[in-house]
């Protein structure tokens, strides 16, 4: 069973960085895209990013397009979401996901999800 756990999570002022990580184990991680969503109060869950299992493309939303990077490290089995210039808006709970999908503009998630791991940026 595929299990991912994220971490990197915390409070950040506004213009501040983070790295979010996502360690992967139970499958082979290079034959899964790899992706982050967030979920901030009151709102849905939302994409943030994806990665091919190569880690040769990638995807934003662009709300984060510029500001922040995805990556993976296949001998790691860990993917990663860099986070710069963070704002007030940013503040949700991100989680990584498997294989998201881009169906008719939209991003869906996968099959498999973290627990989730919050990030608060005060202004």
């Known amino acids: 069973q595929v299990q991912l756990v994220e971490s990197g999570g915390g409070l950040v002022q506004a213009g501040g960085s983070l790295r979010l990580s996502c360690e992967f184990s139970g499958d082979t991680f290079s034959n899964y895209a790899m992706g982050w969503f967030r979920q901030a109060p009151g709102k849905e869950r939302e994409f943030v990013a994806a990665i091919s299992w190569s880690g040769g493309t990638t995807y934003f939303a662009d709300s984060v397009k510029g500001r922040f990077t995805i990556s993976r490290d296949n001998a790691k089995t860990t993917a990663y979401l860099q986070m710069n210039s963070l704002q007030p808006a940013d503040t949700a709970v991100y989680y990584c996901?498997?294989?998201?999908?881009?169906?008719?503009?939209?991003?869906?998630?996968?099959?498999?999800w973290g627990q989730g791991t919050q990030v608060t940026v005060s202004s």
């Open positions: 996901n498997t294989d998201p999908r881009l169906v008719n503009s939209s991003w869906y998630g996968g099959p498999f």
